[in-house]
Nanobody, 123 residues
């Protein structure tokens, strides 16, 4: 299974950041699999942001729950992260990942990874 992130590398404060993960060589509707967004801010560890299941249930980290939406497009085999009202504190390397687990900040809990995309929030 291969994953690839796409989206803007520069975001403007207060706007919405939208990132898309395209999955190939596998289906996001495969039962029992979860599709996840994580990020790593400069000088800090990996942070789980949110997940969408193969059936469409979503889970988000409590600290960002009011600003995050995750959706999927099964026809395109993609899932998307929307992060609203971004600030410079949202500057990070953003990753999409997949596997049979979710909710963890640890990389070994995920089976498949995208290469990541650096997003900078700045005016």
């Amino acid at each position: 299974v291969r994953l690839r992130e796409s989206g803007p590398e520069l975001a403007i404060p207060s706007q919405t950041l939208s990132l898309t993960c395209t999955v190939s060589l596998g289906s996001i509707t495969t039962n029992g699999y979860y599709w996840t967004w994580l990020r790593q801010p400069p000088g800090r560890g990996l942070q789980w942001l949110g997940t969408i299941s193969s059936s469409g249930d979503t889970y988000c980290t409590p600290s960002l729950k009011s600003r995050i939406s995750i959706s999927k497009d099964t026809s395109s085999n993609q899932f998307t992260l929307d992060l609203r009202s971004v600030t410079p504190g949202d500057t990070a390397f953003y990753y999409c990942a997949g596997g049979k687990e979710y909710g963890s900040d640890w990389s070994y809990n995920y089976d498949f990874w995208g290469q990541g995309i650096q997003v900078t929030v700045s005016s």
